[in-house]
């Protein structure tokens, strides 16, 4: 499909008016179908309307009930918010002669040089890095998907030969039948999102489908330290996919050796503290581990994914190790905030789920952890993540809606004595600034989303900021 043959489309419904529903809506106001409904899903005001500055065609039918979405259309373009298992996707895909997510679309609109970024978790992080590796060695890329800039408008405003690094959540890939990147990355799948997609496995088919439409010569850089990546890396493998394995089940200072075939892989020298690919049967030695200033070993992962794929594709070896190590974290994201009174303050609001909050626990090996947890409740396992907070943590500040929950567990396993429920976050703060001593980190890494008490977790995190900002202006006063 090209843009011209937008205009050829008969019957286009938008369905949902979030961020990609509203640039789905510019893209057709640009290149109008013969007709076009959009559902809002609420009312708009005058004041609230998204589609106010958006020149639709004058006959575009507006609805806001989803007993008004009657059809047929021979497209519909579903916004990520609205799951496949709810009568609203099911109705949307009985009236429609196709039904395709925003990424699906923008794909088919102009589908050449398309990186994949998806997992459970790491995703924006290497995304980012990625296309900053490629620009750095003068490869042009821009950034889109669920990273906040949608793939639409990244497709008509790109260059010509720009590569689009696209993180994708399961939510996207679920509705993209013809999606084929001409690279991927896959770092993790852990329960998450279950209830979306209606169990695990159409979760985990969700964020992987798309691997097997690409060329068997395309590059995908998969986490083989992870057991339920290294059992799909076999299965590509054996079909004859050029699968790239960061680590092995011994670790990421073990390389997975390919069974047939030139080896391909990446890995943590040991021995020298060095990022190391090996690509064609040239091992290559990109920057030290400690060099690093995003923290951790899961962003060494993430480090390791976005240097083999950017190499794979051509990037020069030499100007990537630079890159790698003036990369700065992303806000959100395991941010070192600021120093307060000898406490290390670090924002980790992106950790939605226990498997995140349990990564950054472990960037902190030396230091003492008050840990804020807390959140919307997600009502995902806690075992793990109580394993990881035993001998890592000083104290456990439980808070909002998950509080309870959260704190009866960790009572249940014997840390009572570490463990402090209040009901909000604020309060969490407070608790948690108190809690901690001289050379200790308090680390906001929830664990949970954000919505009881914040619009996102973009406003948990500023939230986060600001009362580290005020605790300093105190202690400065102090001083």
């Known amino acids: 499909m090209t843009f011209d043959e937008l205009r050829s489309v008969g019957s286009v419904c938008v369905l949902g008016l979030g961020v990609t529903g509203e640039a789905v809506c510019r893209l057709f ?228 050796v390919v069974h047939s075939g030139v080896p391909e892989a990446a890995w943590l020298d040991a021995a020298s503290d060095r990022l190391t690919l090996s690509l064609d049967g040239v091992t290559i030695s990109l920057s030290a581990a400690s060099d690093l200033q995003i923290r951790g070993e899961h962003n060494t992962v993430n480090a390791l994914a976005a240097a083999l794929i950017v190499c794979a594709l051509g990037a020069s070896p030499a100007l990537v190790g630079e890159g790698l190590t003036s990369f700065e974290p992303l806000e959100h994201r395991t941010e070192p905030v600021s120093v307060v009174a000898g406490v290390l303050y670090v924002n980790d609001s992106k950790a939605t789920n226990p498997e995140a909050t349990i990564k950054a626990l472990a960037a902190f090996p030396d230091r003492p952890v008050v840990a804020m947890l807390g959140g919307r409740d997600k009502l995902t396992p806690l075992d793990e993540l109580i394993a990881a907070t035993r001998d890592t943590c000083r104290a456990l500040v439980c808070y909002g809606e998950a509080g309870p929950r959260f704190s009866a567990a960790f009572d249940e396993a014997g840390l009572s004595s570490i463990t402090h429920l209040v009901s909000s976050f604020d309060e969490a703060f407070a608790t948690a600034a108190n809690q901690a001593q001289t050379g200790d980190v308090v680390l906001l890494s929830p664990a949970c989303s954000s919505y009881d008490e914040f619009d996102d977790y973009q406003q948990r995190g500023t939230c986060f900021k600001a009362l580290v900002a005020a605790r300093a202006g105190v202690a400065d006063h102090d001083d």
């Not at 109008?32 to 039918?61: C, I, Q, R, W």
């Not at 996707?89 to 994949?116: C, F, K, M, N, T």
């Not at 994708?168 to 799948?189: D, G, M, V």
């Open 29 to 256: 106001a640009a290149w109008p179908p013969e007709h076009l409904t959009v559902y809002t899903g609420k009312a708009l005001s005058s004041s609230m309307n998204p589609l106010t500055d958006v020149n639709l065609p004058a006959d575009t039918h507006i609805i806001e009930r989803p007993e008004d979405l009657r059809g047929p259309f021979d497209l519909c373009v579903v916004s990520p918010g609205i799951p496949q298992t709810g009568e609203l996707y099911q109705r949307a895909r009985r009236i429609s002669g196709e039904l395709i997510s925003e990424p699906e679309l923008a794909w088919r609109l102009s589908s050449d040089h398309w990186i994949v970024v998806t997992g459970t978790n790491g995703k924006t992080t290497t995304t980012t890095l990625s296309a900053y590796l490629l620009n750095r060695a003068g490869i042009p890329a821009r950034v889109a998907g669920n990273i906040g800039i949608p793939c639409v408008d990244a497709v008509q405003q790109r260059a010509e030969g720009e590569y689009i690094v696209a993180e994708l959540s399961s939510f996207q890939l679920a509705s993209a039948p013809l999606l084929a990147p001409e690279a991927a990355i896959l770092l993790n799948i852990t329960p998450d999102h279950l209830s979306w997609h209606g169990g695990e496995e159409a979760y985990a088919r969700a964020k992987t489908s798309f691997i097997e439409r690409m060329a068997l010569s395309a590059p995908i850089a998969l986490d083989a330290t992870r057991p339920e990546i290294r059992v799909l890396s076999a299965v590509w493998r054996d079909a004859g996919r050029r699968v790239l394995p960061i680590g092995s089940s011994a670790g990421i200072t073990e390389r997975m």
